[in-house]
């Protein structure tokens, strides 16, 4: 249960800073990603005329965690694809049935559900991508939230 987490603050990151996947022109800011060997690395296309994507990575209590907006809402999954650990928060967004959107990996294309994380393409993989509860408050200000601490709050 929500009530039961531990809501963390964003910082330096507000509901306005996120692109909106609700409003047409700012979809058209998706751009081109080319696949890097390196974990959580991946190229710009330098020619493309748009640089920002919808997802954002932010790392908050140990963990990295793609952020993604749809109108006021903002949906958080860990940041790494469940699949081969490539760029989540780099996903493309598309709703594959109506009222169902989902997270498109840049990497091999799989598809997640941004409400539970579940894969729905290809089927029957069973592969889940961990969500997370987020609040945001009038102020626009992000809270994700988390089972415990992470481990870094204990160090002396
Ligand atoms: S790493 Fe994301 S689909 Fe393969």
Known sequence: ????????P???????DLLDWQKE???????????????????LDSHHPHKK????????NDETVALFRIGEEVYATQ????HAGGPLYLADLEELVPGQV????????????????R?????????????YPVKVNREGNIYIGFDSFGPSAFEI
């Open 1 to 8: 249960m929500d009530s039961e987490k531990l809501f963390l």
């Open 10 to 16: 964003v910082p330096d990151l507000k509901l306005s």
């Open 25 to 43: 022109d700012e979809r058209q800011h998706r751009h081109l990603v080319h696949r890097n060997t390196t974990e959580l690395s991946v190229t």
């Open 53 to 60: 994507c919808f997802g954002n990575s932010v790392t908050i």
């Open 79 to 82: 940041a790494k694809c469940p």
């Open 102 to 117: 989902c997270l498109k990996c840049p990497w091999h294309k799989w598809t997640f559900s941004i409400d539970n994380g």
């Open 119 to 131: 894969s729905i393409k290809p089927a029957g993989r069973g592969l889940v991508a961990k969500t």
